[in-house]
């Protein structure tokens, strides 16, 4: 192997392709990560992940460095126009099954840092920023992507067996792939007003959707003194002007007195809902906004991405060490059900909050209140993943209780609620006792349950029925 032969090409370092390196670098893979930028993107982006996203950075070793950057949050509400509640959600207070509150609020780049820090624990993960990729080749048995340093303009050739683009909405990972997008056509601006209060205000404790006609908007408290107010861009409006500061001080008069806060930045972005048709082609694949993207009203954009390479980053391990590449086969078909299914709600909830149609939005209240104020999107998007490397009860993560994923390791285990069922494992799976899962497998009228190293389950089964759990995995590796 020459000096720039790596086992995996990661294109982009958002908190997608980040999260991805400290993946590999866990795993002992080798990865060269090119970012264009030559630091993380600055604008206001994401704010919410959830408890599993939370997982993931434990299973990486971050999750202690990440939590101090993030606050909590007690849900969300979906106002009518005069501030009356047609119905919400309740973030549950309390550790969730990942093991981990179930929601968490956050700053984008103050997470990207801390992701981009973790990378530097990894000698065989190296992240080369002002790097920006040209071209990805797929060889067959190989890749070759074109890099060209953006400092000195000289371009080189980096060989590698993978190439994952984590490269965002405009990919050129995607373009190399050939994939075309599937538009849900959900193209709405927004302004996006980020602020730090400048002494305590009396605001909510949840995000607030408000569902107004005239003009819908969305607050969401930050956590600290951040509080982020998304404003739709109503037809007819002037997208410059809409960012001007006179204008962004007279929009935000309906909330607050524009004095007591600090304007950290508004800018207009425009949501979409897309999905890329192809996430892989031979050995390069995408994830993250270059395989999908949706409008942010569920807060779960970049959790998807970071499902994505969470989904990924083991497949391509037991690729490495033997597997047959057709174990990449089930990465889309796995991923996708599941993005679509946040996408939808996701665009599900957007309709609800943009309408603008006086008479529209009147019957929507109604049936809403009809409802018993109960009835808002689907909260159960995110339900098992698509069909792929699961079956017998699999395609869900194994609860996780008192950090148990640390027994897990980082390689396939079989988890049971029964001391007594231990002794039937085989000699090369570590087997797990965790008694508090006991009803768990009591519900699934089941003994053990076969976890794969992203922590779904890959099956389940009684205890004398073990050893066929085991032989499905083995003839997948
Ligand atoms: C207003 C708003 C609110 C949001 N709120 C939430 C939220 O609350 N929760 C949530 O989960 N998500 C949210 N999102 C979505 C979230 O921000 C994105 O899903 C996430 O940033 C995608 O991460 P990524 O790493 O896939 O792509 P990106 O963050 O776009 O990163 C891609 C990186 O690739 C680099 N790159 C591109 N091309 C090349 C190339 N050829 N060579 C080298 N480098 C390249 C880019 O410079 C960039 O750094 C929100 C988005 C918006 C706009």
């Given at each position: 192997m020459t000096e720039t032969d790596v086992d995996v090409v990661v294109v982009g370092c958002g908190p997608v392709g980040a999260t991805l390196g400290n993946l590999l670098g866990t795993a002992g893979m080798t990865s060269a990560i090119f970012e264009r930028e030559t630091d993380v993107y600055h604008l206001p982006r994401a704010s919410h992940f959830d408890g599993e996203i939370m997982r993931v950075f434990q299973s990486v070793g971050l999750a202690d460095a990440i939590t101090p950057l993030t606050s909590g949050i007690d849900g969300m509400d979906f106002l009518d126009a005069t501030g009356e509640r047609l119905f919400g959600f309740v973030s549950p207070p309390g550790v969730g099954p990942s093991g981990w509150a179930n929601d968490y609020m956050f700053s984008q780049p103050e997470l990207e840092r801390e992701l981009r820090r973790g990378l530097d624990r990894f000698p065989t993960v190296t992240l080369h920023d002002g790097h920006e990729v040209e071209t990805v080749t797929d060889t067959g048995d190989g890749t070759v992507v074109t890099v060209r340093d953006l400092a000195t303009g000289t371009t080189r050739t980096v060989r590698a067996r993978f190439v994952v683009g984590?490269?965002?909405?405009?990919s050129i990972t995607r373009a190399a792939i050939g994939s075309e997008l599937d538009d849900y056509g959900f193209d709405q601006p927004w302004l996006v007003i980020d602020t730090n209060l400048l002494r305590p205000v009396d605001l909510p404790s949840v995000a607030v959707q408000y569902c107004d006609p005239n003009r819908p908007a969305t607050f969401i408290p930050h956590g600290g003194v951040r509080r982020r107010w998304e404003i739709m861009a109503m037809p007819g409006d002037d997208l410059d002007e809409l960012q001007s500061a006179e204008r962004v001080a007279q929009l935000l008069s309906r909330w607050i007195d524009p004095d007591e806060v600090e304007i950290v930045r508004a800018v207009v972005y425009t949501f979409h809902a897309l999905v890329a048709r192809n996430w892989r082609r031979n050995r390069v694949m995408i994830a993250g906004d270059s395989a999908h993207q949706m409008p942010p009203f569920l807060g779960q954009g970049m959790c998807a991405g970071i499902r994505d390479v969470t989904n990924l980053a083991w497949k391509l391990g037991a690729v490495l060490e033997g597997a047959p590449l057709t174990l990449l086969d089930s990465y889309q078909p796995e991923r996708e059900p599941h993005a679509r299914r946040v996408i939808e709600t996701a665009v599900a909830a957007g309709r609800i909050i943009q309408t603008t149609d006086p008479e529209v939005a009147r019957a929507r209240d109604e049936s809403f209140r009809a409802a018993g104020?109960?009835?808002?999107?689907?909260?159960?998007?995110?339900g098992p993943l698509g069909p792929g490397l699961h079956g017998f009860g699999g395609g869900t993560p194994i609860p996780q209780v008192r950090e148990s994923d640390t027994a897990l390791g980082s390689g396939f285990a079989l988890v049971t609620g029964d001391r007594s069922v231990a002794a039937v494992a085989p000699d090369d799976i570590p087997v797990v006792v965790i008694t508090e899962l006991e009803s768990w497998f009591r519900e699934r009228d089941c003994d053990l349950a076969l976890v794969r190293p992203d922590r779904y389950v890959f099956g389940t089964a009684r205890a004398d029925e073990v050893d066929t759990l085991v032989g499905a995995l083995r003839a997948h590796l």
């Amino acid at each position: 192997m020459t000096e720039t032969d790596v086992d995996v090409v990661v294109v982009g370092c958002g908190p997608v392709g980040a999260t991805l390196g400290n993946l590999l670098g866990t795993a002992g893979m080798t990865s060269a990560i090119f970012e264009r930028e030559t630091d993380v993107y600055h604008l206001p982006r994401a704010s919410h992940f959830d408890g599993e996203i939370m997982r993931v950075f434990q299973s990486v070793g971050l999750a202690d460095a990440i939590t101090p950057l993030t606050s909590g949050i007690d849900g969300m509400d979906f106002l009518d126009a005069t501030g009356e509640r047609l119905f919400g959600f309740v973030s549950p207070p309390g550790v969730g099954p990942s093991g981990w509150a179930n929601d968490y609020m956050f700053s984008q780049p103050e997470l990207e840092r801390e992701l981009r820090r973790g990378l530097d624990r990894f000698p065989t993960v190296t992240l080369h920023d002002g790097h920006e990729v040209e071209t990805v080749t797929d060889t067959g048995d190989g890749t070759v992507v074109t890099v060209r340093d953006l400092a000195t303009g000289t371009t080189r050739t980096v060989r590698a067996r993978f190439v994952v683009g984590t490269d965002g909405a405009r990919s050129i990972t995607r373009a190399a792939i050939g994939s075309e997008l599937d538009d849900y056509g959900f193209d709405q601006p927004w302004l996006v007003i980020d602020t730090n209060l400048l002494r305590p205000v009396d605001l909510p404790s949840v995000a607030v959707q408000y569902c107004d006609p005239n003009r819908p908007a969305t607050f969401i408290p930050h956590g600290g003194v951040r509080r982020r107010w998304e404003i739709m861009a109503m037809p007819g409006d002037d997208l410059d002007e809409l960012q001007s500061a006179e204008r962004v001080a007279q929009l935000l008069s309906r909330w607050i007195d524009p004095d007591e806060v600090e304007i950290v930045r508004a800018v207009v972005y425009t949501f979409h809902a897309l999905v890329a048709r192809n996430w892989r082609r031979n050995r390069v694949m995408i994830a993250g906004d270059s395989a999908h993207q949706m409008p942010p009203f569920l807060g779960q954009g970049m959790c998807a991405g970071i499902r994505d390479v969470t989904n990924l980053a083991w497949k391509l391990g037991a690729v490495l060490e033997g597997a047959p590449l057709t174990l990449l086969d089930s990465y889309q078909p796995e991923r996708e059900p599941h993005a679509r299914r946040v996408i939808e709600t996701a665009v599900a909830a957007g309709r609800i909050i943009q309408t603008t149609d006086p008479e529209v939005a009147r019957a929507r209240d109604e049936s809403f209140r009809a409802a018993g104020g109960g009835s808002g999107p689907d909260q159960s998007f995110l339900g098992p993943l698509g069909p792929g490397l699961h079956g017998f009860g699999g395609g869900t993560p194994i609860p996780q209780v008192r950090e148990s994923d640390t027994a897990l390791g980082s390689g396939f285990a079989l988890v049971t609620g029964d001391r007594s069922v231990a002794a039937v494992a085989p000699d090369d799976i570590p087997v797990v006792v965790i008694t508090e899962l006991e009803s768990w497998f009591r519900e699934r009228d089941c003994d053990l349950a076969l976890v794969r190293p992203d922590r779904y389950v890959f099956g389940t089964a009684r205890a004398d029925e073990v050893d066929t759990l085991v032989g499905a995995l083995r003839a997948h590796l």
